[in-house]
């Protein structure tokens, strides 16, 4: 089994472009993610004026259409339209429109001579922890550990199958369940190299801290691993071509890439929809990862999220060394 | 049903072929015997054990060793590498450099496999179906698209292994390599066995020990010329070809002056001629009507 599990990761590291899909890619993600919403504020408000009467008292001036149009396509977030009294146009439901309209609100009003009825000062704090890139970096872990586990394995028991090589070993007197649980070994020592590498990028350029215990950390990781060279071994079981498990394999990471809370929190979903989003493995993962890197929380308070987790690991495998198909 | 009704014995100790065209059913033969199939129904007995599950059946496994027609081993381990995997799945075993030394494959052991010759990937094929230190040796089509001089090294191989007391039996569509390999074979042609035998004993079954084969230029030969062909000295069968006419004829020195003479007389130009020593090839033909190249 030892042998078979070397076997395993000499494949893969000879193979540059899965190196890059599993070490590289969550890392650019990471990075790319991380420049685009890195914290600089609410950012610059973009308002436009509609031209009439009284206009002379703004700035940026925008004939009818164009402030229209402008408005639409979400290039200026607020449109003012002045006269006896002024008409604020935005969209409530966007977030940086109801800003801009308190902000300039609060110009306008001021401009006219309203005093504030008591004073104030701004402390401006950034806490690490509450930043997105913070959100972010758990939940890559989180996908990064599904897709190598899925595609690791996946892919892997496929091409045997196809090249014949899974009849050829039937040949031999190797234990079946060995083979499969070289998967899970080989799996454990690339875990390693891919929690380190983009834990310590996201500490290392943003400062994301873990702020549990790194053996919490660990276990979950190698929990979540398991699990997903599991559904590995599932979804590759019956396959016989590499485009057939392609598809299957797709079936099963894009719903919980979206709905798993992995760039966005999952409780943004109707309520209904909660339950089950979070009876998914990567859901569960992703909480109790974030749990222990955001919240510094003790693993025993993480029992049901990791008891889920191990459930789909250990149904999946049970399931796929009944059915896997050997030839 | 790719293979029916086939009842046959290997002796220890013997090579023994399975011969026969493309979808003859020589593969899933083979697959059976290596208790890689389920037979429908029957009993196979492999060193005097049948195939069982688990424990048994490993056991069995050690004392194997198996080269299959299709496997492609993984491409990005070195020849060393896979060699040692497979190592790894018996209890006693060769080491590594024995086996590699076995199949002369010392100058490749750190080559990867994607950089192999077709010969030496078969080599290798067949240096994991030896590592095990096997008793008995399957091997399915070991030279089938190998160049002649990969192919004889592959047969030095196999006779090595015989010489060191070991049994093997082989699948081939190559009538040659049979008859040089193989103290018995038995020829197979739609999941059927259609003959078997040791290959003297096959080709003496056509009753003679040469063909000559010949074509006229144009046209065909005259029905009744078929008929004295037939009742010429020292022919023992005339088949009619798409390219020609087929004597199995037991004299050579008398026959073909004979035939020579005859086809004078009858004013036959002839386009081709040859003559050869009988082969396991022409005892299939004799057999089933068809050439084994064209099937």
């Known amino acids: ?327 | 049903m790719a293979v029916a009704g086939l009842d046959l014995t290997v002796a220890a100790g013997e090579c023994f072929g399975l011969l026969g065209p493309n979808g003859a059913g020589k593969t899933t033969t083979i697959e059976i015997l290596e208790g890689l199939t389920p037979p429908d129904t029957g009993d196979v007995e492999i060193l005097g054990t049948p195939w069982r599950d688990g424990a048994a059946g490993r056991a069995l496994r050690e004392r194997l060793g198996i080269q299959l027609q299709e496997t492609q081993l993984a491409d990005k381990l070195t020849v060393s590498e896979v060699l040692a995997l497979f190592r790894s799945f018996y209890r006693q075993s060769h080491t590594v450099a024995e086996v590699l030394a076995l199949v002369e494959l010392d100058e490749k052991r750190n080559a990867r496999v994607v950089t192999l010759s077709g010969g030496q990937k078969q080599r290798l094929a067949v240096a994991c179906a030896l590592v095990s230190k096997p008793e008995l040796l399957f091997l399915d089509e070991p030279t089938t698209g190998l160049d002649p001089q990969s192919r004889r090294q592959l047969w030095e191989i196999i006779r090595r292994f015989r010489a060191a007391g070991g049994t093997v039996l082989l699948t081939t569509h190559y009538m040659e390599e049979a008859e040089r390999l193989c103290d018995r074979v038995a020829i197979m042609d739609h999941g059927k066995i259609i003959a078997q035998g040791t290959p003297k004993e096959l080709i003496a079954s056509l009753g003679a020990d040469h063909v000559v084969d010949f074509a006229p230029t144009e046209g065909g030969i005259p029905a009744d010329l078929v008929e004295v062909l037939r009742q010429m000295g020292g022919v023992t069968a005339v088949r009619m070809g798409s390219d020609g006419i087929s004597l199995t004829v037991v004299e050579l020195h008398r026959a073909l002056p004979a035939l020579l003479a005859l086809l004078k007389e009858r004013g036959v130009e002839l386009s081709l001629l040859t003559t050869h020593h009988a082969t396991l090839d022409d005892v299939f033909v004799a057999l089933t009507g068809r050439q084994l190249r064209d099937t």
């Open chain 1, 1 to 327: 089994m030892y042998q078979l599990a070397l076997s395993r990761m000499r494949e893969f590291y000879r193979e540059p472009e899965a190196v890059f899909w599993v070490f590289g890619f969550p890392i650019v993600l990471a990075f790319a993610l991380g420049l685009a919403f890195r914290n600089t504020g609410p950012g610059k408000l973009q308002v436009g004026v509609a031209g009439g009467p009284g206009d002379s008292a703004l700035a940026a001036v925008l004939d009818t259409a164009t402030a229209r149009l402008g408005l639409r396509t979400g290039r200026i977030a607020l449109l003012v339209i002045p006269g006896d009294s002024i008409v604020y146009r935005y969209d409530s439901t966007r977030t940086e429109s109801g800003l801009a309209r308190l902000e300039v609100d609060d110009v306008l009003q001021r401009a006219r001579g309203r005093k504030d009825l008591v004073a104030v000062s701004d402390d401006r704090v950034v806490a690490p922890g509450s930043r997105y890139i913070d959100f972010l970096i758990p939940g890559l872990l989180g996908m990064n550990l599904l897709g190598s586990g899925i595609w690791g394995v996946g892919f892997s028991v496929v091409q045997a199958r196809q090249r014949k090589l899974l009849k050829r070993y039937m040949a031999t007197p190797m234990r079946r369940s060995h083979y499969l649980l070289s998967f899970i070994l080989s799996r454990l020592v690339f875990l390693i190299v891919e929690v380190v590498a983009l834990v310590g990028f996201g500490w290392l350029l943003f400062g994301v801290a873990v702020r549990g215990s790194f053996a919490a950390l660990g276990g979950i990781t190698v929990l979540g691993s398991f699990a997903f060279a599991g559904l590995g071994l599932l979804v590759a079981s019956r396959a016989k071509t590499i485009e057939g498990v392609s598809g299957l394999m797709n079936l099963v990471m894009l719903p919980m890439w979206i709905l798993s809370g992995t760039f966005f929190s999952y409780s943004r979903f109707p309520d209904a929809m909660i339950p089950y989003v979070k009876a998914l493995p990567l859901t569960a993962l992703n909480d109790a990862l974030r749990a222990v890197m955001i919240d510094g929380a003790a693993v025993t308070t993480l029992g049901t999220p990791l008891a889920i987790v191990v459930a789909w690991g250990a149904v999946s495998f049970v399931i796929a060394l009944k059915i896997f198909r050997w030839r």
